[in-house]
């Protein structure tokens, strides 16, 4: 069972450089969360690389590591330590030409709790992700820890509300979205503030109808590895949300940080009684959902 209030964290970082730097990087900002009091702590997607889906390039393959390697090693040793849950995103080789984009939730004890794959998989200019990816293959989740009971969904998953609706109806109590979204530097005077806010107001809604707590972990900087292309200006812009709606916590567009709030069952109880959107579902009429569309 969950305790009743758990402090949980995001990490909002500048990840462009090798693996081996960046997981030393992360390992020490997951303690430093820990050190504020997190118990629950959240990494952007694919932490160990830059974003590599900006082309489509065989050699990025390479990036990738087999379950219960590198990551999942230095991580469970972590947790472990500090008796803290770990959410790590990263570059998943199942077999040669299988590869996913999945996320470790890996238990105060070092043990795995669960192994999340991401489920929807974009191709937009820049972010490629259907050329490395195989969708994912294990659904939504609702992972019981020591702490409490969360549901891991990853970047493009935040803009699907069966998701978010299916993973909270399992139990979730907190929805963690490690992220890697930004903008094209040549669309942020015109688009940025539009792309920028749905962004927010989608997972915002996910938490309202839902009563859950809704936590987001984004990148920053401009990650312009490609000769002759303007790259990716991630967004940073991490936050935390309660099961109102409403902002506990958020972090800048450009600056490496740390978020915590709290998790209040409580309070997220008392939200779903005074707003029963659960009890009101005419799941009756809800059959045509399964459709791709209705014609």
């Not at 040549?186 to 859950?212: L, S």
Request: hydrophobic residues 40%; contains cysteine.
């Amino acid at each position: 069972m969950s305790v009743k209030k758990y402090k949980i964290a995001v990490v909002q970082l500048n990840l462009n450089d090798v693996a081996e730097n960046n997981l030393k990087k992360c390992l020490s900002w997951v303690r430093d969360a820990a050190n504020k009091g997190a118990e629950v702590i959240l990494l952007p997607e694919l932490y160990s690389s830059h974003y590599f889906c900006q082309s489509e390039d065989v050699d990025n393959f390479a990036l990738a590591e087999p379950l219960y390697s590198t990551s999942f090693i230095a991580f469970s040793a972590l947790a472990k330590e500090l008796g803290v849950v770990i959410i790590v995103p990263f570059f998943e080789k199942r077999m040669a030409g299988i590869y996913h984009n999945s996320a470790y939730i890996i238990d105060t004890d070092g043990t795995e709790a669960g192994l999340y794959r991401k489920m929807h998989i974009p191709d937009d200019p820049h972010f490629y992700e259907k050329f490395y990816f195989t969708p994912g293959d294990l659904g939504f989740q609702a992972i019981q820890t020591k702490k409490g009971k969360i549901g891991t969904l990853i970047c493009w998953d935040q803009w699907y509300p069966e998701a978010a609706r299916l993973t909270a109806l399992k139990g979730a109590e907190v929805l963690f979205y490690p992220t890697a979204i930004g903008w094209h530097p040549q669309e942020k005077e015109e688009f940025g503030e539009n792309q920028h806010g749905a962004w927010m107001n989608v997972m915002k809604g996910h938490a309202v109808a839902n009563g859950v707590f809704v936590a987001a972990a984004n990148r920053i900087g401009l990650e312009q590895y490609l000769p002759g292309t303007a790259g990716i200006q991630f967004w940073g812009s991490s936050f935390i949300a309660g099961p109102q709606g409403e902002i506990l916590a958020q972090a800048s567009h450009d600056q490496e940080e740390i978020l915590i709030a709290e998790v209040d069952l409580d309070l997220q109880e008392n939200v779903r009684q005074n707003w029963p959107f659960f009890r009101d579902r005419r799941i009756d009429a809800f059959g045509d959902i399964t459709k791709r569309a209705i014609d």
